[in-house]
């Protein structure tokens, strides 16, 4: 509303920004239209924290679900470093809802993905 009132162009930093406090306050629905404009906004390259900041939102309001699905859907769109902190998000999700199964799943991905740089000392 404000960017069409204002004519303001909105950086990916200010999406993301505006998606933390969404996930801090526990307003998904918010959080994943505000994401869908940024998503439109950006012809679908979306930037990699905002990726990682909705995952969030999901996983902090038990979505585990969501998150998990979310990540499948946008992992693509993950660098390295926001990889790692988007399978802990789901990681300390599933840890609040005590769902085994679901972090062993996470665990296993994780080792999957970063076993080559652990072995030679990158990590």
């Given at each position: 509303?404000?960017?069409?009132?204002?004519?303001?162009?909105?950086?990916?930093?200010?999406?993301?920004?505006?998606?933390?406090?969404?996930?801090?306050?526990?307003?998904?629905?918010?959080?994943?239209?505000?994401?869908?404009?940024?998503?439109?906004?950006?012809?679908?390259?979306?930037?990699?924290?905002?990726?990682?900041?909705?995952?969030?939102?999901?996983?902090?309001?038990?979505?585990?679900?969501?998150a998990?699905?979310?990540?499948?859907?946008?992992?693509?769109n993950?660098?390295?470093?926001?990889t790692?902190?988007?399978?802990?998000?789901?990681?300390?999700?599933?840890r609040?809802?005590?769902?085994?199964?679901?972090?062993q799943r996470?665990?296993?991905?994780?080792?999957?993905?970063?076993?080559p740089?652990?072995?030679?000392?990158?990590?």
């Amino acid at each position: 509303q404000i960017k069409a009132e204002k004519k303001l162009r909105i950086t990916h930093s200010m999406y993301s920004i505006v998606i933390n406090g969404c996930s801090h306050c526990g307003l998904v629905e918010d959080a994943f239209a505000i994401f869908k404009d940024m998503e439109r906004d950006y012809k679908h390259s979306v930037p990699s924290q905002c990726v990682v900041a909705l995952l969030d939102c999901f996983a902090r309001s038990q979505q585990l679900n969501e998150a998990q699905a979310f990540y499948d859907s946008y992992r693509h769109n993950l660098s390295f470093k926001d990889t790692l902190i988007a399978l802990r998000c789901i990681l300390s999700a599933c840890r609040s809802q005590n769902d085994l199964d679901c972090a062993q799943r996470i665990f296993n991905k994780m080792q999957k993905l970063f076993a080559p740089y652990m072995e030679s000392n990158e990590f």
